[in-house]
């Protein structure tokens, strides 16, 4: 039988990345899950206790409150786990956890949902929102954190990414080749509601600067269209200060009440460069067409003109243009749900299982 260990970076909330360690645990229920922090009360009823191991980092005072400060930490916490009594390991990364060291004999299979885009790309970006003491910490340290990351990389035995956009950072930054697999997405709670959509659009994220949600308030503004806003975040009383009458926040909502506004809604305005991108899929598979920003993810999962429309510059302007494009189409529920069937959990499994067999079992 073989003995499998799954890593992921962090187990502190439930996320797209958190589904495919749940999809992996699925494939091989009796694995193990190794990760940098445990926070047991928002995980324990998806990621059970006694399946759980943790690095030495749990142990740190509110460990799992401050874990993103304690990067310098991580590298050495993942290389210090001993996964020599197992025959697979399967690693979830998009910090360091892919960079756990495994004998010659222990398969190495890595599901990358992204390079470290602060440590990469996106460095100047983060750099430049940063406090004095980040910018002066991240100047000092990055260096030696992207050798570690190429250093780390070379190590894996299969590399596979979420998305083809993912795919080529990969190739540029680590000079390595990968199969891509989309993420799972649960789409199976999803449907059309057999309605036709009422008169409002709908953004649904995380309230942090990268998912630029201003454009869509500043363009739903311009146009006296009606906007609802679903999530929190560290920019909630920014973007209420930008709103008017017509923007609504919902705040944190359940599952049902998401999926209610996304069935309703006559589209979602998507304005973030993503590796990939969820959201924009449960959209699809509530019937729904995206209005979106024509990069990154989106590209792989929307098709302009038929499930969506893109726009090209993240400017409120062009938001607008996006937005009264979509309006002059007739999108068919029907082809829009059928698109987003393509990104199922189970297709997901299957994927992986017939890797593994292809490229470890023979």
Same mark, same amino acid.
């Given at each position: 039988?073989?003995?499998?260990?799954?890593?992921? &970076?962090?187990?502190? /909330?439930?996320?797209?990345?958190?589904?495919?360690?749940?999809?992996?645990?699925?494939?091989?229920?009796?694995?193990?899950?190794?990760?940098?922090?445990?926070?047991?009360?928002?995980?324990?009823?998806?990621? %059970?206790?006694?399946?759980?191991?943790?690095?030495f980092i749990q142990k740190f005072p509110k460990a799992t409150k401050i874990y993103t400060k304690l990067? %310098?930490?991580? %590298?050495?916490? !993942?290389?210090?786990?001993?996964?020599?009594?197992?025959?697979?390991?399967? #690693?979830?990364?998009? @910090?360091?956890?892919?960079?756990?060291?495994?004998? %010659?004999?222990?398969?190495?299979? #890595?599901?990358?949902?992204?390079? *470290?885009?602060?440590?990469?790309?996106?460095?100047?970006?983060?750099?430049?929102?940063?406090?004095?003491?980040?910018?002066?910490?991240?100047?000092?340290?990055?260096?030696?954190?992207?050798?570690?990351?190429?250093?780390?990389?070379?190590?894996i035995d299969i590399i596979l990414a979420n998305s083809n956009y993912v795919a080529k950072r990969i190739?540029?930054?680590?000079?390595?080749?990968?199969?891509?697999?989309?993420?799972?997405?649960?789409?199976?709670?999803?449907?059309?509601?057999? =309605?036709e959509p009422e008169d409002f659009y709908v953004v649904f994220s995380r309230f942090v600067p990268y998912?630029?949600?201003?454009?869509?308030?500043?363009? @739903?503004?311009?146009? /006296?269209?009606?906007?609802?806003?679903?999530? &929190?975040?560290?920019?909630?009383?920014?973007?209420?200060?930008?709103?008017?009458?017509?923007?609504?926040?919902?705040?944190?909502?359940?599952?049902?009440?998401?999926? #209610?506004?996304?069935?309703? @809604?006559?589209?979602?305005?998507?304005?973030?460069?993503? &590796?990939?991108?969820?959201?924009?899929?449960?959209?699809?598979?509530?019937?729904?067409?995206?209005?979106?920003?024509? =990069?990154?993810?989106?590209?792989?999962?929307?098709?302009?003109?038929?499930?969506?429309? !893109?726009?090209? =510059?993240?400017?409120?302007? /062009?938001?607008?243009?996006?937005?009264? /494009?979509?309006?002059?189409?007739?999108?068919?529920?029907?082809?829009?749900?059928?698109?987003? *069937?393509?990104?199922?959990?189970?297709?997901?499994?299957?994927?992986?299982?017939?890797?593994?067999?292809?490229?470890?079992?023979?």
């Amino acid at each position: 039988m073989t003995k499998v260990a799954i890593i992921h &970076d962090w187990l502190v /909330n439930y996320g797209g990345a958190e589904r495919v360690v749940e999809a992996f645990l699925e494939i091989y229920p009796d694995a193990d899950i190794y990760t940098l922090v445990y926070d047991e009360e928002k995980m324990g009823k998806i990621f %059970p206790k006694e399946k759980v191991k943790t690095t030495f980092i749990q142990k740190f005072p509110k460990a799992t409150k401050i874990y993103t400060k304690l990067l %310098p930490f991580m %590298p050495y916490a !993942f290389e210090e786990l001993d996964l020599s009594g197992y025959d697979l390991v399967i #690693s979830s990364s998009s @910090c360091c956890a892919k960079g756990v060291v495994t004998g %010659p004999n222990i398969k190495h299979i #890595s599901y990358i949902h992204s390079p *470290m885009r602060y440590a990469w790309d996106l460095y100047h970006d983060y750099k430049k929102r940063s406090g004095k003491i980040t910018r002066l910490f991240m100047g000092v340290f990055m260096k030696s954190l992207r050798e570690w990351d190429y250093t780390s990389s070379q190590r894996i035995d299969i590399i596979l990414a979420n998305s083809n956009y993912v795919a080529k950072r990969i190739n540029k930054f680590w000079g390595k080749e990968c199969k891509v697999i989309y993420p799972p997405v649960d789409i199976d709670r999803l449907l059309p509601n057999g =309605k036709e959509p009422e008169d409002f659009y709908v953004v649904f994220s995380r309230f942090v600067p990268y998912k630029r949600i201003d454009l869509a308030i500043e363009a @739903c503004k311009k146009l /006296n269209r009606k906007l609802v806003v679903i999530g &929190d975040g560290e920019q909630k009383d920014y973007l209420k200060a930008l709103a008017n009458e017509n923007i609504t926040f919902t705040g944190r909502i359940s599952d049902e009440e998401v999926k #209610s506004y996304l069935q309703r @809604c006559k589209a979602m305005i998507f304005c973030a460069e993503e &590796d990939f991108g969820i959201i924009p899929l449960e959209a699809q598979a509530c019937g729904r067409p995206v209005i979106a920003y024509g =990069k990154g993810g989106a590209l792989e999962t929307i098709v302009d003109k038929e499930t969506g429309v !893109f726009f090209d =510059k993240q400017e409120v302007e /062009n938001v607008i243009e996006g937005i009264q /494009n979509f309006e002059k189409l007739n999108l068919s529920t029907e082809k829009i749900y059928k698109h987003a *069937m393509k990104f199922s959990r189970e297709r997901f499994k299957e994927e992986i299982k017939k890797m593994i067999k292809e490229r470890v079992e023979k």
